[in-house]
């Protein structure tokens, strides 16, 4: 009988090791303590590996694992594993994305409450300082209050849901999804994140992305009525922390429950020196139950892509370049890529993506549809959306996914097209790649274009009228905003698109400056 050699790297909990040790087509190693330069010559011959945090699957690791065909991460996230460097070698790298949820959820509410009623405080006084003083310690009571959730997934519709059994006024805000899937629970969904800013309570449960960097800045916080409660059990990084202290210090933020940051272990942080804020080490999956689920389930991923049977939640797509001419793997990037820009500049609901293209590609537009759909749901799903489940995350979406072989003359040997549809409108882009593989957008809403897909860009299309372009220079400059490339396309509706490539990020403030330009149609910004 054949044997598949998993080797778990990282400590995971029993009821998993157990699940490796009892099938019988499985030779378990088990590593976990082992120094983790000598981990190099255990993997050697393994086809599975299991890790964690605790052991980094870089260029070392990949060249030393030469017969490995999947890698699973324990756990969300991947930070650690260069899924790049595994998909050239054609190692499948999987995660446990949802084993922790119940967990996050329920440390949410602990922040929550414990902010509220100022819990840790006066439990430190009682039990290590010894004093009994119960008038110093009235908190403020959930019932009543507006909760502001960012982002109704997973966890913060289930956050949503505990935290209307204690009759509060929930209020989300998540673009990507569906108004009914916030209405349909009895809560109140907006689009207008000034509505959250208003919020007595306000938690954030989004992926980290250029997006949702810093989505609670100074700006943000100055909004917000005196005295709000801000949770994040999220990522680190989602309320700019600078900002956060000053808040907290003036006590415009009047508590934060915080159990995520910027450069962790954070154990001199200056939050840590404010006595109107509740702290924890980055609980959100340590709980006995989750750690089951994480080991549990990382176990039978890897006895699945062991075995050759399944390979669930994986983050890549391993190409043997043996079986495909070499072009296609550029296009099929070029694909991921463009779909994910389509999603910055069409923030909505996504009602459908459809792949088209011209040339020798279209016998692999079934890949590239794979590929766009991954791209365009990005943004929404964080490290959820994988090139396994796209299609069935996409149904579940209510999202269609079409490809159509086109019959269009172009000058271009091969071309694809996404056009990304969402519950507000249609966004297509037309890309090519010449010859050593320079990848271009050609097309952009039928606007002529010659743009590299790179950094940061600002899409602005304009009546076509003189003074446009040295206007938005003028913007740009005034905001230290450095233009490394500006690309021009005209229509026949006296209409101008311009695709401008910039050398930093562009703020609000200088899009709003843009939006207020006379001839301004629309202005978006994007970053690749």
């Given at each position: 009988m054949e044997k598949y050699q998993i080797v778990v790297c990282d400590h995971i909990h029993e009821a998993g090791l157990e699940m490796l040790k009892n099938d019988d087509q499985v030779d378990y190693v088990f590593a976990a303590d082992i120094d983790k330069t000598e981990l190099l010559d255990v993997i050697k011959t393994a086809d599975v590996a299991i890790t964690r945090s605790s052991t980094d699957v870089?260029?070392?690791?990949?060249?030393?694992?030469?017969?490995?065909?999947?890698?699973?991460?324990?756990?969300?996230?991947v930070d650690n594993v260069d899924i790049e460097g595994c998909s050239k070698e054609g190692i499948?790298?999987?995660?446990?994305?949802?084993?922790?949820?119940?967990?996050?959820?329920?440390?949410?509410?602990?922040?929550?409450?414990?902010?509220m009623r100022m819990f840790p405080y006066s439990h430190d006084h009682l039990k290590n300082?010894?004093?009994?003083?119960?008038?110093?310690?009235?908190?403020?009571?959930?019932?009543?209050?507006?909760?502001?959730?960012?982002?109704?997934?997973?966890?913060?519709?289930?956050?949503?849901?505990?935290?209307?059994?204690?009759?509060?006024?929930?209020?989300?805000?998540?673009?990507?999804?569906?108004?009914?899937?916030?209405?349909?629970?009895?809560?109140?969904?907006?689009?207008?994140?000034?509505?959250?800013l208003a919020c007595d309570i306000i938690t954030i449960h989004t992926p980290k992305n250029q997006e949702t960097l810093n989505m609670i800045d100074k700006e943000e916080i100055a909004k917000m009525k005196d005295g709000v409660v801000l949770v994040n059990c999220a990522r680190g990084g989602l309320y700019n922390e600078e900002a956060l202290y000053d808040g907290l210090k003036s006590g415009k933020v009047r508590f934060a429950g915080i159990d995520v940051f910027i450069k962790e272990p954070a154990t001199d942080h200056p939050l840590l020196d404010l006595d109107n804020i509740v702290v924890s080490p980055h609980l959100g999956a340590n709980t006995f139950e989750s750690q089951y689920n994480i080991g549990t389930q990382a176990a039978q991923q890897a006895i699945e892509a062991a075995k050759g049977i399944a390979y669930p939640h994986a983050m890549n797509l391993p190409i043997d370049e043996s079986k495909i001419p070499s072009f296609v793997k550029p296009f099929l990037e070029m694909g991921q890529k463009i779909g994910f820009l389509a999603s910055q500049?069409?923030?909505?609901?996504?009602?459908?993506?459809?792949?088209?293209?011209?040339?020798e590609i279209t016998e692999y537009l079934d890949s590239l549809a794979t590929f766009a759909t991954v791209g365009a749901m990005a943004e929404t799903t964080g490290d959820t959306v994988n090139y396994v489940n796209a299609e069935f995350i996409a149904e579940q979406?209510?999202?269609?996914?079409?490809?159509?072989?086109?019959?269009?003359?172009?000058?271009y040997k091969n071309l694809i097209t996404v056009k990304l549809t969402t519950e507000k409108r249609a966004v297509s882009i037309s890309a090519t790649i010449f010859e050593g593989g320079v990848q271009r957008i050609v097309d952009f809403d039928g606007f002529e274009v010659d743009v590299a897909p790179k950094g940061n860009m600002i899409i602005f299309k304009n009546t076509d009228v003189p003074g446009v372009i040295g206007k938005v220079g003028t913007i740009l400059a005034n905001?230290?905003?450095?233009?490394?490339?500006?690309?021009?396309?005209?229509?026949?509706?006296?209409?101008?698109?311009?695709?401008?490539?910039?050398?930093?990020?562009?703020?609000?403030?200088?899009?709003?400056?843009?939006?207020?330009?006379?001839?301004?149609?629309?202005?978006?910004?994007?970053?690749?």
């Amino acid at each position: 009988m054949e044997k598949y050699q998993i080797v778990v790297c990282d400590h995971i909990h029993e009821a998993g090791l157990e699940m490796l040790k009892n099938d019988d087509q499985v030779d378990y190693v088990f590593a976990a303590d082992i120094d983790k330069t000598e981990l190099l010559d255990v993997i050697k011959t393994a086809d599975v590996a299991i890790t964690r945090s605790s052991t980094d699957v870089d260029e070392k690791f990949i060249a030393a694992a030469k017969n490995l065909k999947a890698i699973v991460r324990a756990g969300v996230g991947v930070d650690n594993v260069d899924i790049e460097g595994c998909s050239k070698e054609g190692i499948i790298v999987m995660n446990v994305p949802t084993a922790n949820t119940i967990a996050a959820v329920e440390l949410t509410m602990t922040h929550m409450l414990s902010c509220m009623r100022m819990f840790p405080y006066s439990h430190d006084h009682l039990k290590n300082q010894r004093i009994w003083k119960r008038e110093k310690w009235y908190g403020h009571e959930l019932k009543g209050k507006k909760l502001g959730v960012i982002g109704f997934g997973n966890i913060g519709s289930r956050v949503a849901i505990r935290a209307k059994a204690f009759e509060m006024d929930i209020i989300a805000y998540d673009p990507y999804i569906n108004a009914s899937k916030v209405t349909d629970l009895g809560m109140e969904y907006t689009e207008n994140f000034d509505d959250i800013l208003a919020c007595d309570i306000i938690t954030i449960h989004t992926p980290k992305n250029q997006e949702t960097l810093n989505m609670i800045d100074k700006e943000e916080i100055a909004k917000m009525k005196d005295g709000v409660v801000l949770v994040n059990c999220a990522r680190g990084g989602l309320y700019n922390e600078e900002a956060l202290y000053d808040g907290l210090k003036s006590g415009k933020v009047r508590f934060a429950g915080i159990d995520v940051f910027i450069k962790e272990p954070a154990t001199d942080h200056p939050l840590l020196d404010l006595d109107n804020i509740v702290v924890s080490p980055h609980l959100g999956a340590n709980t006995f139950e989750s750690q089951y689920n994480i080991g549990t389930q990382a176990a039978q991923q890897a006895i699945e892509a062991a075995k050759g049977i399944a390979y669930p939640h994986a983050m890549n797509l391993p190409i043997d370049e043996s079986k495909i001419p070499s072009f296609v793997k550029p296009f099929l990037e070029m694909g991921q890529k463009i779909g994910f820009l389509a999603s910055q500049i069409n923030k909505a609901p996504i009602v459908s993506v459809k792949v088209s293209g011209d040339g020798e590609i279209t016998e692999y537009l079934d890949s590239l549809a794979t590929f766009a759909t991954v791209g365009a749901m990005a943004e929404t799903t964080g490290d959820t959306v994988n090139y396994v489940n796209a299609e069935f995350i996409a149904e579940q979406r209510g999202i269609k996914i079409e490809v159509e072989k086109t019959d269009v003359k172009t000058p271009y040997k091969n071309l694809i097209t996404v056009k990304l549809t969402t519950e507000k409108r249609a966004v297509s882009i037309s890309a090519t790649i010449f010859e050593g593989g320079v990848q271009r957008i050609v097309d952009f809403d039928g606007f002529e274009v010659d743009v590299a897909p790179k950094g940061n860009m600002i899409i602005f299309k304009n009546t076509d009228v003189p003074g446009v372009i040295g206007k938005v220079g003028t913007i740009l400059a005034n905001n230290n905003v450095n233009i490394s490339d500006f690309r021009l396309g005209r229509n026949n509706k006296s209409e101008a698109l311009a695709v401008i490539l910039v050398d930093s990020d562009v703020s609000d403030a200088t899009l709003n400056e843009l939006a207020a330009l006379e001839a301004c149609i629309s202005v978006k910004a994007a970053r690749l």
